[in-house]
């Protein structure tokens, strides 16, 4: 039921080696990243949240490529591993959780698909809220027009009608119900 709330967005004029958010709202409960576009070359697209580059990432991995599939694992890393680079047209989606939480470590899911299909879970042990995420490349570069965009969340919000009126609300994992055992007014928030 939550819906993701635009922060930032860049649509690259030129090739770059890395794209930064920085100052990230801490208003929201998760975040996620969509990039869209091609790499220069099939090595891994890195990221850090922030420019923390101790030993402090950890990653699984799981992907295929239509012939055969691979699994991974690394520990202690100076950065997360967001899926290998694709020379065509691809999309990655990172859903980052608790994000500005400051009592737990942070963990992502990223799944990416083109002429390969992963998925990659990451862990920062850190409990710093994530106010910068940075974006890098091992080898080559983000081709020109590759797009990044940043999304916030609030999971509070699908706790809350979105209307009120009526003697009782219900929901389910799909809806609210606005029960009214006598005559009143529904407003819509």
């Given at each position: ?92 989606v ?32 850190s ?40 003697d ?22």
């Amino acid at each position: 039921m939550s819906t993701y709330t635009p922060i930032a967005s860049y649509t690259l004029t030129s090739s770059q080696s890395s794209v930064v958010f920085s100052n990230i709202p801490q208003t929201y409960t998760d975040l996620v990243v969509v990039i869209r576009g091609i790499e220069s070359t099939n090595d891994y697209n890195l990221l850090q949240f922030n420019g923390d580059n101790g030993s402090n990432y950890s990653h699984t991995e799981l992907y295929g490529d239509g012939s055969a599939a691979y699994s991974g694992r690394g520990t202690n890393r100076t950065t997360a591993y967001i899926g290998r680079g694709q020379t065509s047209p691809n999309n990655k989606v990172l859903n980052i959780m608790n994000y500005s939480n400051t009592t737990t470590f942070k963990s992502m899911l990223h799944r990416n698909n083109s002429d390969s299909v992963g998925a990659f879970i990451n862990l920062w042990r850190s409990t710093a809220a994530i106010t910068s995420i940075t974006f890098s490349r091992a080898a080559g570069t983000y081709s020109s027009g590759t797009t990044f965009n940043l999304y916030g969340i609030d999971a509070s919000l699908s706790a809350q009608a979105k209307a009120t009126g009526g003697d009782s609300i219900y929901r389910d994992s799909s809806y609210w119900y606005h029960v009214f055992n006598r005559s009143g007014t529904f407003i819509p928030t």
